[in-house]
């Protein structure tokens, strides 16, 4: 396959994935997470929303399932759903870089 053949097949893949983000991040009536809970481990255990409303993980993934937090992925690995930032090119904003509650 040509080289220019690579290249337009994955643009139209980055293309159909901005789609896709993009209906994604209607944020409108959502919460957004400012502020986590981590264990001596340094995992998150719990997560605060803009609300004032804390959530252990499994309900925060749970609320993250059903779409109502903003900017937010769930996705399946070691055997488990984990919670993490929707990728945006910042740091700043990863879960693990919020502050503590």
């Known amino acids: 396959m040509e080289q220019k053949n690579y290249e337009k097949i994955y643009e ?3 293309n159909q ?21 981590k264990n001596d481990d340094g995992d998150i255990i719990a997560v605060k929303t803009n609300s004032g409303r804390e959530l252990d993980y ?17 996705f399946h690995k070691y055997g ?9 090119g910042r740091k700043d904003n990863n879960l693990d870089e919020l502050p503590l509650f």
């Open 12 to 14: 139209e893949y980055r």
């Open 17 to 37: 994935s901005e789609e896709q983000g993009e209906s994604k991040t209607n944020t409108f009536g959502k919460e957004e997470i400012v502020a986590v809970r």
């Open 58 to 74: 499994v309900s925060a993934l749970d609320e993250a399932k059903a779409g109502n937090l903003a900017h937010v992925d769930v």
């Open 80 to 88: 488990r759903d984990i919670l993490r930032s929707e990728p945006d």
